[in-house]
């Protein structure tokens, strides 16, 4: 005789602080599975009652009565179906990171997540205390044990799980997206099925907060640690999982397996979804960026337009003295062929009149960066006059590699809202534009081919100042996320002197990064709440 649980897994695209309108959709949706699907469970991310992360909201008394409040509205008004549903857990002055497994009114499990996350972008030692309890509840004569997102990454609590005499392990997530970081999510669990030769049953949290983009990209594993079931990455999702239990045997029933993106597919729609809910859970209008007739801009209009509609998105051209006719030509095109609002002003009244309220300051003294940083910031105060007036977001268009290495002008082009690419290096950059345009060509070929240029000088290049970019970014790779020594670098065949020179510009840039805006995390280590480097410091790279 052969016994089927369903489970409904509901990836969602949840908002951090709206606790009542959290409550409801978990209300809402529990329902839906249960008339709709039918099933007998229904699993929701971790924390979704606050969303996640909540930081410092986890300690407001308000927050506090909200989750309390939720939690019992949803063992009061859902019936017929067993919900499990992440909430931050008050115990007096201790916040547990828990979940609750309800049906009916009565409350069949509290279990508390075991292993507290404390590094790259998770702090959660600084709000919760680890719980020391296997999780289990019988469903249909399944003995199923609850985890929590790390529980998973580290082999003690899945072992407690298998001792106690769990038969299936389910685990809900607020796991943020990195470059291939699912094939590593898909990795670990393996290792936790071979194990305890337990299936196990993985929800993952979707959505934008901030720097962090959740990728959902949900899935199944059998005990032979097989994926038997995914579900599409970056969309919001309700889908159902069934469990055979046949002999005492547990068998998650094969369903549609998604096939995993290429590396450019999965990093374009962490930033389309990032930037789409940065602007939307905000309440902006829309946005407006510069468009230069460069790589950058021309990448970060096609992710704008892509997340938000040709309708609220407002490109802006400031051409200077040094703008080329081509840069001119290639900015307007695009702006056509995206159907954007597009205007020119250019910034040379305002440059010269600049240069004159200075000129006997600067009297006998040759030009420099001064006066391209002024060029730059003659446009950073354009773009925010209209954001101020028109309500739009701006939106900075500087990549990762210029972050690195201060290649970017304080209060100029780094004055914005929100850095849509601030995590990709330039050579990522190309390859994203590159597969933007298999889809559509949207983004000028010319463009992509001509050698960059910030044009803030007569025939100025990129390599007038930087390294070439490959040489550029493979260093800094190996700086940022390996954290490789010079000595370490130049083992792989990188110049000395070269290395010492980027490793320094990394350091003396600091101060920048801190006032830069906010941008979409893609890679392993982002600048932001990834990497925590001193602006003051005494180090000598070796």
């Known amino acids: 005789m052969t016994t089927t649980l369903r489970i409904a897994l509901a990836q969602l695209n949840i908002p951090v602080g709206d606790v009542a309108g959290n409550t409801q959709r978990v209300i809402d949706i529990s329902i839906e599975a249960r008339d709709r699907l039918h099933a007998d469970l229904i699993l929701f991310p971790e924390l979704t009652l606050t969303g996640y992360p909540p930081e410092d909201l986890l300690f407001h008394a308000g927050v506090r009565r909200q989750v309390q409040v939720g939690l019992d509205s949803v063992r009061t008004e859902v019936q017929g179906i067993t919900t499990l549903v992440g909430y931050p857990e008050y115990v007096d002055k201790i916040i547990y990171n828990a979940c609750a497994v309800m049906r009916d009114?009565?409350?069949?499990?509290?279990?508390?997540?075991?292993?507290?996350?404390?590094?790259?972008?998770?702090?959660?030692?600084?709000?919760?205390k680890p719980g020391t309890e296997t999780g289990l509840f019988d469903i249909k004569g399944i003995k199923v044990a609850a985890l929590i997102c790390e529980d998973i990454w580290e082999p003690g609590p899945a072992r407690a799980a298998k001792q106690a005499g769990a038969q299936l392990i389910v685990v809900i997530n607020g796991s943020p997206y990195a470059l291939n970081y699912q094939q590593r999510r898909e990795a670990v669990v393996r290792e936790r099925v071979n194990d305890t030769k337990l299936p196990v049953v993985?929800?993952?949290?979707?959505?934008?907060?901030?720097?962090?983009?959740?990728?959902?990209?949900?899935?199944?594993?059998?005990?032979?640690?097989?994926?038997?079931?995914?579900?599409?990455?970056?969309?919001?999702?309700?889908?159902?999982?069934?469990?055979?239990?046949?002999?005492?045997?547990?068998?998650?029933?094969?369903?549609?397996?998604?096939?995993?993106?290429?590396?450019?597919?999965?990093?374009?729609n962490a930033l389309v979804l990032g930037v789409r809910d940065y602007v939307n859970k905000h309440g902006f209008p829309g946005v407006v960026l510069g468009l230069s007739g460069g790589i950058d801009s021309a990448l970060t209009l096609a992710i704008a337009v892509d997340s938000l509609g040709s309708?609220?998105?407002?490109?802006?051209?400031?051409?200077?003295?040094?703008?080329?006719?081509?840069?001119?030509?290639?900015?307007?095109?695009?702006?056509?062929?995206?159907?954007?609002?597009?205007?020119?002003?250019?910034?040379?009244?305002?440059?010269?009149?600049?240069?004159?309220?200075?000129?006997?300051?600067?009297?006998?003294?040759?030009?420099?960066?001064?006066?391209?940083n002024i060029q730059a910031r003659c446009r950073g105060i354009l773009l925010?006059?209209?954001?101020?007036?028109?309500?739009?977001m701006v939106?900075?268009?500087?990549?990762?590699?210029?972050?690195?290495?201060?290649?970017?002008?304080?209060?100029?082009?780094?004055?914005?809202?929100?850095?849509?690419?601030?995590?990709?290096?330039?050579?990522?950059?190309?390859?994203?534009?590159?597969?933007r345009n298999c889809i559509a060509p949207v983004i000028p070929q010319k463009v992509i081919d001509r050698p960059p240029s910030a044009e803030l000088r007569l025939?100025?290049?990129?390599?007038?100042?930087?390294?070439?970019?490959?040489?550029?970014?493979a260093i800094l790779e190996l700086f940022i996320e390996a954290d490789l020594s010079v000595d370490e670098i130049v083992a792989r065949g990188y110049d000395r002197a070269v290395v010492g020179r980027i490793l320094q510009m990394v350091k003396r840039n600091e101060y920048k990064r801190r006032q830069a805006p906010p941008g979409v995390r893609v890679s392993n280590r982002a600048f932001g709440r990834d990497w925590r480097y001193p602006i003051t410091s005494g180090y000598k790279s070796s």
């Open 311 to 372: 309708q609220q998105v407002h490109a802006v051209m400031m051409p200077s003295r040094y703008t080329s006719q081509l840069s001119l030509d290639e900015a307007a095109g695009q702006a056509r062929t995206l159907n954007v609002r597009y205007d020119v002003i250019s910034i040379d009244n305002m440059f010269a009149s600049v240069q004159a309220a200075l000129q006997p300051m600067f009297d006998g003294l040759q030009p420099d960066a001064t006066e391209e």
């Open 105 to 128: 009114g009565e409350q069949l499990l509290n279990y508390r997540k075991r292993e507290l996350p404390n590094y790259k972008v998770f702090d959660e030692k600084r709000y919760f």
């Open 395 to 435: 939106l900075t268009t500087g990549n990762k590699s210029e972050m690195a290495v201060g290649y970017a002008t304080l209060y100029g082009d780094m004055a914005g809202g929100f850095a849509p690419i601030k995590d990709c290096s330039k050579m990522l950059v190309y390859r994203l534009a590159r597969y």
């Open 384 to 392: 925010m006059a209209i954001s101020n007036k028109l309500g739009r």
């Open 459 to 473: 025939d100025q290049k990129d390599t007038d100042s930087l390294p070439p970019y490959e040489i550029l970014d």
């Open 202 to 268: 993985y929800l993952n949290l979707l959505g934008g907060q901030d720097e962090l983009v959740f990728d959902g990209n949900s899935f199944v594993m059998n005990a032979q640690g097989e994926v038997v079931q995914r579900v599409a990455p970056f969309v919001e999702d309700l889908f159902a999982v069934d469990i055979d239990l046949r002999d005492e045997l547990i068998e998650p029933r094969p369903a549609y397996i998604e096939p995993l993106l290429s590396e450019e597919a999965s990093v374009y």
